[in-house]
């Protein structure tokens, strides 16, 4: 079955920069995208962007355009997402999901990033 | 950006009754609307995609309607698991965007 396995929950302090990843298996790893979203405590999840395994092209939701790089390793089937100059309201559960399709059926455990100086 | 309005924000339902949750869009998402549903500490959980079709493995009780702006997701019976919070989410435009969330609770 598809899971994805995320990094481990993260302290920054402000201005830094972050680095998640998310390891696949039981799925062809270029067969599927990997979106990433971000979800503050109490809000909606919000979409950040996703990246073509199988190209590593990605493509950026605009608030996240400049700040975020979303690249992947064919070798090892992992996605990774990285943020630069984090701030406070950076703080949230960071998630990496799998799919063809624009909704998102599998999903990571979840990442807790929080950001404080 | 298309903004998802989730109503309400929180829904008393007692077990056994029929929760009707609704989500209204800023403009027409034709049928590109999905539902999740989230419990504390883990991921969303998909549950229906086009705003009507069933994600693999969920029961029948969970059903949607809607197309353009107002959608509406009812779960006929509800069950003591289905107590969480459920949001819906627009794919027909980039950004994919969520609603900001309906929480159910038992009454």
């Known amino acids: ?117 | 950006e298309i903004v998802m309005t989730q109503s309400p924000a929180t829904l008393s339902v007692s077990p056994g009754e029929r929760a009707i949750l609704s989500c209204r869009a800023s403009q027409s998402v034709s049928s590109n609307l999905a539902w999740y549903q989230q419990k504390p500490g883990q991921a969303p959980r998909l549950l229906l995609y086009g705003a009507s079709t069933r994600a693999t493995g969920i029961p029948a009780r969970f059903s949607g309607s809607g197309s353009g702006t107002e959608f509406t997701l009812t779960i006929s019976s509800l069950q003591s698991e289905d107590f969480a919070v459920y949001y819906c989410q627009q794919y027909n435009n980039w950004p994919y965007t969520f609603g900001q969330g309906t929480k159910l609770e038992i009454k």
């Open chain 1, 1 to 117: 079955q598809v899971q994805l396995m995320q990094s481990g929950a993260e302290v920054k302090k402000p201005g830094a920069s972050l680095k998640v990843s998310c390891k696949t298996s039981g799925y062809t790893f270029t067969g599927l995208f990997i979106h990433w979203l971000r979800q503050v405590p109490g809000q909606g999840p919000e979409w950040m962007g996703w990246i073509n395994p199988n190209s590593g092209d990605p493509e950026y939701a605009q608030k996240f355009q400049g700040r975020v790089t979303m690249t992947r390793d064919t070798s090892t089937r992992t996605a990774y997402m990285e943020m630069r100059g984090l701030r406070s309201d950076d703080t949230a559960v960071f998630y990496c999901a799998s799919g063809l399709t624009p909704y998102f059926e599998h999903w990571g455990q979840g990442t807790l990033v929080t950001v404080s100086s």
